[in-house]
């Protein structure tokens, strides 16, 4: 069962009307959420990005995910649907693209969504191989915040990293500047700073990222947002990636080795990540 525009359609009743924009052009954007213990985790940072995406691409939510709370129970009513998520955790997708057609100049504003479902499953195993992309830059852009937009960009950064056999690939912008990874934000932590990259690089506003800030403003930690090369990265003591699947130590990048798994400030972010996802 999923939820396409606020109705509940067999999996294999389903089908995309044609003409779609989302197909054609990429006109929108889509969330990735996990549902857990009644409610979606990192709520309010998932929605604040829906409505920039929205916003960016002036288009118009519709009432069922017009507020974190609308969203939160848009996804509550399929999630309910599925008893096999009674008492496990949920990813839960939501694609969201412009209705109409039209060539590039589109003729409205509203937006079709699609919402599914699978099983979620956490990894905070640590990245033993990480290395700089080489074949992909990123650019900033008026949406490349959100996901969905430079989809195909990633698609050829993960091409990358599994040629190099690696376990994770760290994306630069076209100035030379660390983003993120593939499908996670990236940070690292030098004396009692946890630096991560701006949105000025072309990266995604990582959820996650901003939820552990949020939650260690009583700590004696200070985060620093900039533009940082990767000669940066690598004067770290600790590297980690973040998103809804978990928090990451990086062990390698290229040929520098970290102990970021041994880390007291990281471990003090995973314990009180967890706390909060009680």
Known sequence: MLLYNGLLVADSDFALPLPNRGLYFNDGFFETLVWDAGGVRYLPYHWQRMQRAAAALSLTLP????SAQALAATAGRLVHQHTEYTHAAARVRLQLWRSGGGLYTPTSSNPDWLLTLQPFTANDTPVLRAAFAESVRLQASPVSFCKGPSALTYVLAAQERARQELDEIILVSGAGYVAETVAAAI????????????????CVAGTRLAHLRR??????????????????????EAVFTANITGIRAVQQVGQVLFHSEQHPILAQLRTLDAAANR
């Open 63 to 66: 009432p069922e995910l017009a």
């Open 187 to 202: 940070a690292w932590i030098r004396d009692t700073t946890i630096y991560y990259p701006a949105e000025a690089s072309g």
């Open 215 to 236: 939650i260690t403003q009583h700590l004696n930690l200070s985060w620093r947002e900039g533009l940082f090369l990767p000669a940066d990265l690598l004067e770290a």
